[in-house]
């Protein structure tokens, strides 16, 4: 399903035009974006968490030349399922 056919299933479910769905939808998504970048936690029971995990620097290799890099300590989002979900 991509974000088309998402908005018109969101539309159909609960009786919006396909406008005010995909409006929703992208709110939804800027929220959870914002919320993500500012390090915060958004659970959503019975459908699953969005969280942000911190991944440590570390020492890689340049798979063309071998070479060892080191690669950034970064900021990573992460999605539990919840019990619910499936």
Same mark, same amino acid.
């Given at each position: 399903?991509n974000?088309t056919?998402?908005? !018109? !299933?969101?539309a159909?479910?609960a009786g919006? %035009?396909?406008?005010?769905a995909?409006k ?5 998504? *800027? ?5 993500? !970048?500012?390090g915060?936690?958004i %659970?959503?029971?019975? &459908?699953?968490? &969005? *969280?942000? %995990?911190?991944?440590p620097?570390r ?5 063309r030349?071998? !070479? ?5 300590a970064?900021k990573?989002?992460k &999605?539990?399922?919840g019990k619910?979900?499936?």
């Amino acid at each position: 399903m991509n974000k088309t056919e998402l908005i !018109a !299933a969101m539309a159909e479910k609960a009786g919006l %035009t396909k406008v005010d769905a995909g409006k929703a939808l992208n709110a939804y998504v *800027d929220v959870v974006k914002e919320q993500l !970048a500012k390090g915060e936690k958004i %659970t959503l029971v019975g &459908f699953g968490t &969005f *969280d942000v %995990t911190e991944r440590p620097a570390r020492m890689g290799r340049n798979p063309r030349t071998g !070479a060892k890099i080191k690669i950034a300590a970064k900021k990573s989002p992460k &999605f539990k399922a919840g019990k619910g979900l499936i």
